[in-house]
Each structure stands twice: as structure tokens, then as C-alpha cells.
């Protein structure tokens, strides 16, 4: 195993391609992610109601209607038979996130994602140990416990406890209990599990994760014979063993990262400084040479500086 650095993550990215450069797609997401989010509180802060609700259903300038398809299975199981203007909501989200990835709604819009990058960041920062750690299908228990809750209750269950809407709540209301469970999200990540809720909690992303597992937009570490085993992309993933496949694979193994666990969040593009990832097509049958390894460099453990 490769020593330990103390380097920051993605030095040699800033280094040889530049700080914006470096940070490109974690910029983008962080603008998206405000402007979806700010496209919610234009009414309730300034009387602006292009888009009147939330994350869970919305209708856009009277017109168009969007509903979280797992919130109206919620609704069915629990035995409310949803209006057609849900029905026509959902199914465009679920059209949407099947074609480009069920879980860039994880990483480009929910707003709870700010939320455990950060306590990520401050996870390597302070040097923490990765902790207790859930196992893979931890969150597909969750998502069947939401729905059996919910079919015995007749309440649509997770929103009770939903910190994506408790957010929205507290931005809308200020202080108060809502602002509890976003908390808690952010010292279970920093303290109990490092990347637990978003990885190994979440029902939201296990169920988006299903219904973009045949996404058409995919990464793809093309040039993975250039790779150094700088080991900044696992550090930084948020489901770093979806890298492996594509990244460590011979030279018959597809480069294209295809598990639906990818959040398709971009920050291996980002911190890689010779360029390996990029974004492309389910279908991109380009060959990826097998590794020539290189002289490398200063790595870091994967347990370690994730």
C-alpha cells in the first residue's frame, strides 16, 4: 500500500490546471443547487411565486407540475391516489433522471448535499477516523422500511423527518426544530460515519440510484493509463467503489463507470491532474489502454484521506 501524504487533495490539480479549473464541476453544482433552491424561496421571501412548493412538488408559472416520484409512491402505498397533475409531475422527473442519472439529483440539487461535502471536507480536514460505517444496502432497507411505514400509517412517512424539507423549512421560518435534523445530518457525517447519510442512509438517493440505473449520462476514465495512483479521486468520491471497476480494469473491462450508485458529481474530473475521467455516454465504446505505470507520486491511502 502507498504511503500516507499530507497534501491537500487535488494539490497537483490546482497546480497544473488552476484553481477554477480544479474546482469546475463542485462550482457548477454549488450554483445549481442555489438556484433550485432559490427559485423556492422567491415567493415565500419576496412574493415572486414562479414556482410555488418545494422538492417534493412544485408547479412552475401555473403550469408546469413536478413531483418527487418517491414521495407520490409514498402517497399510493399509504392509499391517496394521486391527482393527474401529480401523476404528470412525476412522471417527468422520473423521465428526466432516467435518461441523464437518477442520483445527479443527490449531487446537482438537493440542497442537503452542501451539507455532507462539507462535513466531509471538515472529516479529512481534521483528520478523523472513517468511523462506523453502514453497509452497502444499509439505504435499501431504509427506502422498503419508508414505504412499509407508510403503507401501515396512511402518511406519507418520510416526510416527517425529510431534512431536505426540513431545510426549506428553516430557511423559510428561521430558527427553529426543522433546522435539528439538518444538523444531525452534519455531525453523523463529521462523527459517526464518514459519507453515512448520502452512502449508506439516505432512502431519497436509493431510490433515485434505481431509477437512473440505465442513465445514458456516464463517467468515464478513459485515459486510465495515464492515471499516477494519486488516489485523489477516492478521497473525494462520495461512493468511491464505483471508481474501481472502471479505473483498475484490464484492458477488455469497459472504462465507463456504470454502477447507478455515481452521483455523476464530477469532482474525479476535477481533482485528477492528468486528466483521466470525463463525462460522456452509456454507449461510448471507446477502448481504454490498459495502465502503463508511470514514476508516482506521493499517494495517499484510501481509508485514509477520504
Not at 13 to 28: M, P, S, T, V, W
Not at 153 to 176: C, D, Q, T
Not at 246 to 272: F, H, M, Q, W, Y
Amino acid at each position: 500500500m502507498s504511503v500516507k501524504t499530507h497534501l491537500p487533495v487535488g494539490h497537483e490539480a490546482i497546480r497544473d490546471k488552476g484553481l477554477i479549473r480544479a474546482h469546475k464541476y463542485l462550482i457548477l453544482r454549488r450554483l445549481s443547487q442555489t438556484f433550485f433552491l432559490s427559485l423556492f424561496l422567491l415567493g415565500p421571501w419576496f412574493g415572486i411565486w414562479w414556482v410555488k412548493g418545494n422538492l417534493s412538488g412544485s408547479l412552475t408559472f401555473e403550469v408546469l407540475p413536478l413531483t418527487d416520484p418517491f414521495i407520490l409512491l409514498q402517497g399510493m402505498v399509504a392509499g391517496h391516489w394521486p391527482e393527474m397533475t401529480a401523476l404528470i409531475g412525476a412522471l417527468i422527473v422520473a423521465a428526466v433522471y432516467a435518461l441523464i442519472g437518477g442520483r445527479m439529483y443527490c449531487s446537482w440539487v438537493c440542497p442537503i448535499n452542501a451539507v455532507t461535502d462539507t462535513a466531509a471536507w471538515a472529516h479529512r480536514r481534521l483528520d478523523l477516523p472513517k468511523g462506523w460505517q453502514p453497509k452497502k444496502n444499509t439505504r435499501y432497507f431504509v427506502m422498503a422500511m419508508v414505504l412499509v411505514v407508510s403503507a401501515l400509517s396512511g402518511a406519507v412517512a418520510w416526510e416527517l423527518v425529510n431534512p431536505i424539507s426540513m431545510l426549506h423549512r428553516g430557511l423559510i421560518f428561521g430558527v427553529g426544530f426543522a433546522w435539528t435534523f439538518v444538523v444531525a445530518v452534519f455531525l453523523f457525517d463529521l462523527f459517526v460515519a464518514r459519507r453515512g447519510w448520502c452512502s449508506h442512509i439516505c432512502p431519497v438517493g436509493a431510490f433515485y440510484g434505481l431509477l437512473g440505473n440505465r442513465s445514458l449520462l456516464r463517467v468515464s476514465a478513459e485515459k486510465r493509463a495515464a492515471c499516477d495512483d494519486c488516489m485523489d479521486c477516492f478521497a473525494v468520491c462520495p461512493e468511491i467503489h464505483v471508481i474501481t471497476p472502471a479505473l483498475r480494469g484490464k484492458d477488455e473491462d469497459t472504462p465507463l463507470i456504470l454502477s447507478p450508485d455515481c452521483t455523476n458529481c464530477g469532482r474525479c474530473i476535477d481533482v485528477c491532474s492528468v486528466d483521466v475521467f470525463h463525462f460522456t455516454n452509456r454507449f461510448d465504446d471507446t477502448p481504454a489502454p490498459g495502465r502503463v505505470r508511470a514514476r508516482p507520486k506521493q499517494t495517499r491511502k484510501i481509508g485514509e484521506a477520504a
